[in-house]
């Protein structure tokens, strides 16, 4: 445990936003699965909604600093080719 204010205060903070860093990975990790199931069964306009709040949730989530922004658009990119497999069917 720390051992004088400053540090206790420090703590205190960074296990805060520890647990939001965490919840706000979650929720993208969560929208993604959403989106690929809603891909996986086929349901075009499903998937366009699902799509479109996964790439809001890693956009927010890239300006907080939680991603790298290549990251982001690496996976955004891998998703909108999912998205548009469904088109061509």
């Known amino acids: 445990m ?3 204010s ?3 205060k420090r703590y205190r903070q960074s296990e805060k936003r520890r647990l939001k860093n965490r919840a ?3 929720k993208v990790r969560t929208a993604t699965k959403t989106f690929e199931l809603a891909v996986k069964a086929g349901d075009k306009d499903a998937a366009k909604i699902k799509f479109d709040e996964m790439v809001k949730l890693m956009d927010t989530a890239s300006g907080k600093g939680l ?3 290549n990251t982001v658009a690496r996976k955004k990119s891998r998703m909108h080719k999912l998205l548009n497999s469904l ?3």
């Open 87 to 89: 088109s061509a069917e």
């Open 2 to 4: 720390p051992t004088n």
């Open 6 to 8: 400053s540090t206790a």
């Open 24 to 26: 706000d990975r979650s």
């Open 67 to 69: 991603y790298h922004k």
